[in-house]
C-alpha cells in the first residue's frame, strides 16, 4: 500500500532517519492490535487507559485508571519518539506493565501508529 500522508518522525536517540508515516495506516493498526484493551474516546477507559490526547500527555496521569507502581513514576511525556520506544517493547521501558502486549517490532508499523495516535485531539 502506498503511504499517502506523509509526516517526518525523528526518533530521537534511535540513529534512524526520519520515517514516513500514514495516520490511516495506523488507526487500522490501532483496530487491529490495540482497540481490544483500549479506545480513543476521551474519558472513557477499558483494560487500558484512553488513548485520547495521549501524544503530549504526561505518562500515567489519566483519571480514573489504576497504573502500576512503574508507570506512576515514569517522569515523561509521551511524544512519538518515546511512544515509539514503549509500543516497541513495553515492558523494557515499564517492567511491571499491566500491557501485556509484547511489543509492535515493525518500524514503519509502529510510525503508522504513534502517526494516528498524534491526530487524537
Not at 504526561?58 to 506512576?72: E, I, L, M, N, R
Not at 517522569?75 to 513495553?90: E, F, Q, R
Request: aromatic share 6%.
Amino acid at each position: 500500500m502506498r503511504r499517502s500522508v506523509i509526516a517526518g518522525l525523528l526518533l530521537a536517540g534511535s540513529g534512524s532517519a526520519a520515517l514516513a508515516a500514514d495516520p490511516a495506516a495506523g488507526e487500522k493498526i490501532f483496530k487491529t492490535q490495540c482497540a481490544i484493551c483500549h479506545t480513543v474516546v476521551a474519558g472513557q477507559n477499558r483494560i487500558g487507559p484512553t488513548l485520547f490526547g495521549v501524544v503530549g500527555r504526561k505518562a500515567g496521569s489519566v483519571p480514573d485508571f489504576h497504573y502500576t507502581a512503574d508507570h506512576k513514576k515514569l517522569d515523561l511525556t509521551w511524544d512519538a519518539a518515546n511512544l515509539d520506544k514503549y509500543l516497541a517493547n513495553p515492558r523494557a521501558m515499564v517492567p511491571d506493565t499491566s500491557m501485556v502486549y509484547a511489543g509492535l517490532k515493525d518500524d514503519a508499523q509502529r510510525a503508522d501508529l504513534v502517526a494516528y495516535l498524534g491526530t487524537l485531539h
